[in-house]
């Protein structure tokens, strides 16, 4: 993608989403934080399911450290690698109560101490939570960037670095949640939706996917 090509791509994507949102349910830092824990490897949907039943009894890593191990996994269960995380998360919980006073910390290098919480988890908080310009790369927006052409890259963080250089700073804030949101409705991973896609003119992808009627009439 040239880069004459990227003002006009993500202000195509931000006029069809002016506010872009994270799908998972959060009300709290502190709900965010333990949501994207349980995310990894997790769909947003599968997560939410869960918190809606967890979040209004245990919303505090008090609250969460007194729910206890077993009825914590009791409460994720249906989320994958639901045991792992749950120790993490209850482990975290102890770590902000012990070190920062029970609240989310807001640097990187003490929200990637906690358990669980990678470069992908800290840049959501810090962006999420706190407004912060960080780019946190997940599966579809390493696939995007790297099928448009908008910052190619071998792993998550090279493309991160990448797009922290490239996307204009007008819309660096959200432009995690629109490339996101646009991996996993339109630039899907087998067949992306070109023939749908509003910012297609300006993507390197060839040759585009065409409409499901003409892909039939081709084979016909």
Same mark, same amino acid.
């Given at each position: ?38 995310? =990894? ?92 310009? +960080? ?55 087998? +067949?992306?939706? /070109? ?7 300006? /993507? ?6 065409? =409409?499901?009627?003409?892909?039939? =009439?081709?084979?016909?």
């Amino acid at each position: 993608m040239k880069r004459q090509d990227i003002e006009p791509f993500f202000a195509t994507l931000a006029a069809a989403n002016p506010e872009p949102r994270t799908e998972l349910e959060y009300s709290t830092p502190f709900e965010l934080l333990a949501a994207v824990l349980l995310s =990894a490897q997790a769909t947003d949907v599968g997560v939410n399911k869960a918190t809606r039943v967890l979040f209004p009894v245990a919303n505090t890593p008090q609250a969460m450290l007194d729910l206890g191990l077993e009825r914590l996994e009791d409460h994720i269960k249906t989320i994958g690698l639901y045991r792992s995380k749950a120790r993490n998360l209850l482990e975290t919980c102890r770590i902000l109560l012990e070190r920062h006073g029970g609240e989310v910390p807001r640097s990187r290098e003490e929200l990637e101490a906690l358990p669980g919480v990678g470069r992908k988890t800290a840049n959501v908080v810090l962006n999420v939570a706190f407004g912060e310009s +960080t780019m946190a790369v997940d599966t579809h927006i390493f696939r995007v960037s790297n099928r448009t052409g908008l910052a190619p890259g071998k792993t998550p963080l090279e493309v991160e670095q990448k797009l922290l250089r490239r996307v204009p700073a007008a819309f660096l804030q959200n432009a995690h949640h629109w490339l996101i949101l646009h991996g996993r409705y339109v630039c899907v991973a087998r +067949t992306p939706r /070109c023939w749908e896609c509003a910012v297609a003119r300006w /993507c390197d992808y060839r040759p585009k996917t065409p =409409a499901p009627a003409k892909r039939a =009439a081709g084979r016909a």
